[in-house]
């Protein structure tokens, strides 16, 4: 009796830990691969607060990024940071500054531009990608194609999932960009030129912190 009882306790110990790692991965798989999620943001609806944004700030840069940034956390209330703060970015080659909005497993909302004008590789990532501009102007263009995208203020470029480009912003150029999908898949992106280029383990470190602490504050809520 003993024997079975040993016999049975192992084989219950083994169903559990199968159970717990089915329940991991079942969790784990929609998270990496970006599928199944609640989302809180509209890319339509961020256009068009975007381009109302860009009629209150009247051609003046900081007025058109504060207009555009008070009115997506009017809309969006606490799944905006109460107080971002701007950080330098750099991944693909190219370098700008970024204001995290939001940050969750699933969807993240930034201001990310620069007054110098920048220039690199959009990444391939499971996440579409909607760059709406607000000032200046994004070009791009896929591997096969002879003409480059323009992109003015209002406009929104896509970047559908699975898709590259290389861009351009060839001066002052700022943009409200929203991701939906994997964002845990665009992190070695955003991390990578840190070890292989710049450097820069401080900014590394604020977008970590930042990043971290909304991810944390969002799966609080239940959102992933």
């Known amino acids: 009796m003993e024997e079975k009882s040993n016999g049975s306790e192992i084989i219950s110990r083994k169903l559990l830990r199968l159970g717990a790692l089915a ?18 943001f509209d890319p339509v609806e961020l256009q068009e607060l975007a381009k109302r944004g860009i009629e209150q700030g009247k051609g003046n840069s900081t007025l058109v990024i504060s207009s555009v940034t008070e009115l997506v956390k009017e ?72 003409l480059r995208e323009v992109y003015a203020p209002g ?3 896509h970047l559908p999932r699975g898709v590259s480009k290389q861009y351009r912003c060839p001066g002052e150029c700022w943009a409200l960009e929203y991701a ?37 504050r969002e799966l609080l809520r239940g959102k992933v």
């Open 23 to 40: 329940a991991i991965v079942a969790i784990a798989l929609p998270v990496f691969f970006g599928y199944g999620h609640r989302h809180v």
């Open 75 to 146: 809309r969006y209330g606490d799944h905006i940071f109460d107080s971002p703060r701007w950080m330098f970015n750099n991944a693909g080659g190219a370098m700008g500054t970024m204001l995290v909005l939001h940050c969750s497993l699933s969807e993240y909302l930034i201001i990310f531009g620069t007054p110098l004008g920048t220039e690199g590789h959009t990444g391939r990532f499971m996440a579409d990608d909607f760059f709406t501009m607000i000032v200046g102007e994004q070009w791009a263009a896929l591997s096969k194609a002879p």
């Open 155 to 157: 406009d929104q470029h």
């Open 180 to 216: 939906r999908g994997s964002i845990v898949s665009m992190l070695p992106f955003g991390f990578a030129d840190t070890f292989t280029s710049t450097l820069d383990f401080v900014s590394l470190l604020e977008t970590i912190q930042v990043s971290a602490g909304g991810i944390l």
